[in-house]
């Protein structure tokens, strides 16, 4: 998300862009997959703004048909929150909406730097300092999280968006993506705790897998034994910071970690850097 706001913002001032992706689809962490013929959100869970510009981008979407409120209570949460809002195509969908018309090279694993004006690594810290010393790249702090996909036989529970697991040991949340998707399918989606995926790193998928549905299922008041699939975040959330994005000479660092983990960080973020590098490019220190 932040590479590709980065990209579209450098586009509209005229600036030529070329975007490398390592994956075969954009998105990132904003991601969803094809599963039984409907699309699973397997990163960000939804998406919430509350910044005006960021807003405006969700409107637009909405406008658009990509995007819609979903809800603003999951069980567990404490307080009021902000309305969440999901994609009908898939959060990924949205990554993808920013894709089009930018030139992006898939499948391309940036091993070193390239040769350009500038570059924006659009990516975590510790993915980022493999190709430059950037030094808040090294104050970054990041920690894992697994996301099991549970396919179950039937719908046996009422649709209810989403739940916070609050101080267990193993599972964080749990979303009915039935539900977030608005096709009621017999799946739900949990992220673990950082400290379960960072126990369970090198495991086969069996064991961590039964936990989580295991947990899932006292969670939520399930019996029934789902499929379970196993995606691995290796760095799933940075510790919030601050500051928009880092340069150091002509190299930029963007990313949700200049603020808090969100997809509307990453947007700001790499929107920032953009916008940093339009009025350096415009000004003599270039
Ligand atoms: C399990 C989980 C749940 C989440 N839930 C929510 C939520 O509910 N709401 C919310 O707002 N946010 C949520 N987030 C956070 C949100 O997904 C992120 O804040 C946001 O997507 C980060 O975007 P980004 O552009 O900073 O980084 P990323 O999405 O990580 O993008 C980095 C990109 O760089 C590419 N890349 C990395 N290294 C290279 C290289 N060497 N060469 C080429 N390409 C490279 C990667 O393939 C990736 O596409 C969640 C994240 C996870 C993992």
Request: one cysteine or more; charged letters at 25%.
């Amino acid at each position: 998300m932040a590479g590709l706001a980065c990209a579209r913002e450098l586009v509209d001032a005229g600036v030529p862009v070329r975007v490398l992706e390592r994956s075969g689809e954009p998105g990132g962490r904003l991601a969803s997959i094809k599963r039984d013929g409907r699309m699973v959100d397997v990163g960000a869970a939804y998406v919430t703004a509350d910044d005006p510009a960021f807003h405006g981008r969700l409107q637009t979407w909405r406008i658009d048909g990509l995007a819609h409120p979903w809800t603003d209570t999951f069980q567990g949460q404490h307080g009021t929150a902000p309305m969440r809002w999901s994609a009908p195509g898939g959060l990924r969908s949205l990554a993808a909406d920013l894709a089009r018309e930018l030139q992006i090279g898939y499948r391309t694993e940036v091993t070193e730097l390239p040769e350009a004006e500038a570059v924006v690594l659009a990516m975590p810290g510790p993915e980022a300092l493999r190709l430059a010393d950037i030094p808040a790249a090294r104050e970054q702090v990041w920690s894992p999280v697994v996301t099991a996909i549970l396919t179950y036989a039937e719908r046996t529970w009422r649709p209810f968006a989403g739940a916070f697991v609050n101080d267990h040991p193993v599972l964080a949340t749990v979303c009915d993506d039935g539900d977030r998707r608005g096709d009621l399918a017999p799946v739900l989606v949990a992220h673990s705790t950082p400290a379960f995926a960072a126990g369970h790193e090198g495991d086969d998928e069996g064991p961590a897998g039964m936990l989580l549905a295991e947990a899932v299922g006292e969670a939520i008041g399930i019996g029934g034994k789902p499929e379970v699939e196993l995606i691995r975040w290796r760095y799933a959330a940075p510790r919030p910071g601050h500051g928009g994005f880092a340069r150091h000479g002509n190299v930029y660092l963007a990313g949700d970690a200049f603020g808090r983990p969100r997809v509307q960080t990453a947007w700001l973020s790499g929107r920032a850097a953009a916008r940093d590098l339009i009025q350096r490019r415009q000004s003599t220190d270039w």
